[in-house]
C-alpha cells in the first residue's frame, strides 16, 4: 500500500485535529466490530493508513476536479480524514459518523462518509460501494447537499484519492501584488 508515498509531512497533528479526529491505534478487533456496524467492508488502503495514523487533517487539503463543485471550479476540499476510534466525533462511528449524515442530513446511502469539508456538512466525501457492493472496492466521491446531493466522482480508490490530495494553495488564481 502507498508504494513510494511519503506521510512525513501528511499530517497537521494540532490540537483541533487530536481533539476531534486522532484515535488510539486500532486493534483488529476494532476494525471488524466498525466494519460489522457499518455493513461495510473498509478498503485495504483505508485500514493500512489508520493502522499508521487512525484519521486526522492533512496538511494537503484539496483534490482536484474536472467539472465544477459548491466549493470551487476546479477542486473540492476536505477538513480532515474519519478514523474509526468511536471517542472521537469526527469518526467512522463517532457523532458525525455516516449515519448521522445519512438520517439527519439526508445525504444518499451509497456507503460510508470518509472525509468532511470545510463547509460544516453541506458537502461531505464518501467511499460509495454503489457499483462494488458490500465487499467491493469503493469509489471515493463528493457529495453536494447544496446542489440535491449531486455526486462528483474524485478517485477510484481511497489510495488514489489520498495520494491526489494537493495544497489549498495550489488553487489560488488571484494575483494580490497589483
Same mark, same amino acid.
Given at each position: 500500500m502507498f508504494e513510494g508515498f511519503d506521510f512525513t509531512d501528511f499530517w497537521d497533528d494540532g490540537s483541533y485535529a487530536l481533539k476531534n479526529y486522532v484515535g488510539e491505534p486500532p486493534t483488529d478487533e476494532m476494525i471488524k466490530s466498525v466494519e460489522t456496524e457499518l455493513g461495510y467492508k473498509l478498503p485495504a488502503s483505508y485500514i493500512w493508513l489508520i493502522r499508521h495514523h487512525n484519521g486526522g487533517v492533512p496538511l494537503k487539503t484539496a483534490f482536484p476536479t474536472s467539472s465544477p463543485t459548491s466549493w470551487a471550479d476546479d477542486h473540492i476540499a476536505i477538513e480532515g480524514i474519519y478514523g474509526i476510534d468511536r471517542n472521537k466525533p469526527n469518526s467512522l462511528c463517532g457523532?458525525?459518523?455516516?449515519?448521522?449524515?445519512?438520517?439527519?442530513?439526508?445525504? =444518499?446511502?451509497? *456507503?460510508?462518509?470518509?472525509?468532511?469539508? =470545510?463547509?460544516? *456538512?453541506h458537502d461531505m466525501i464518501f467511499l460509495d460501494y454503489s457499483e462494488c457492493g458490500k465487499d467491493g472496492e469503493p469509489k471515493v466521491v463528493h457529495i453536494d447537499q447544496e446542489d440535491d446531493y449531486l455526486i462528483t466522482p474524485l478517485a477510484d480508490s481511497f489510495e488514489l484519492f489520498i495520494r491526489g490530495l494537493v495544497d489549498e494553495e495550489s488553487f489560488e488564481t488571484e494575483d494580490f501584488d497589483e
Open positions: 457523532s458525525f459518523s455516516s449515519q448521522f449524515w445519512i438520517s439527519e442530513w439526508g445525504y =444518499p446511502d451509497i *456507503g460510508v462518509a470518509i472525509c468532511d469539508c =470545510p463547509s460544516a *456538512g
